[in-house]
């Protein structure tokens, strides 16, 4: 599967964006998706992630009641609506797939990726 990810920009603390990832191919619905994030100097972090049919979630504590990640499996699109962001958001965020996903939080759970975007937090 391929991944496209889009949405990010610069937003001021406290406001809301949502994050895009478009996949490509006809088995989307067969993969978890999840989200990580990378700041400058920092490693890559998780963020959220979706199991195949959206019945289950899961959330970095810093995150958790700020962000909501949900999937459109007709439209082969997985989103991250982020609310009432800080500064420490800022980041570029990744999205990514697997067909074997079990709730890990590891960046190697995840078996393709897309291209990051980049977002920016102005306080």
């Known amino acids: 599967v391929q991944l496209q990810a889009s949405g990010g920009g610069l937003v001021q603390a406290g406001g809301s964006l949502r994050l895009s990832c478009a996949a490509s191919g006809r088995t989307f619905s067969s993969y978890a998706m999840g989200w990580f994030r990378q700041a400058p100097g920092k490693e890559r972090e998780f963020v959220a992630a979706?199991?195949?049919?959206?019945?289950?979630?899961y959330y970095a504590d810093s995150v958790k009641e700020r962000f909501t990640i949900s999937r459109d499996n007709a439209k082969n699109t997985v989103y991250l609506q982020m609310n009432s962001l800080k500064s420490e958001d800022a980041a570029v965020y990744y999205c990514?797939?697997?067909?074997?996903?079990?709730?890990?939080?590891?960046?190697?759970?995840?078996?393709?990726w897309g291209q990051g975007t980049q977002l920016t937090v102005s306080s």
């Open positions: 979706i199991s195949w049919n959206g019945d289950s979630t």
């Open positions: 990514a797939a697997d067909q074997y996903y079990s709730g890990g939080s590891y960046p190697t759970d995840f078996a393709s």
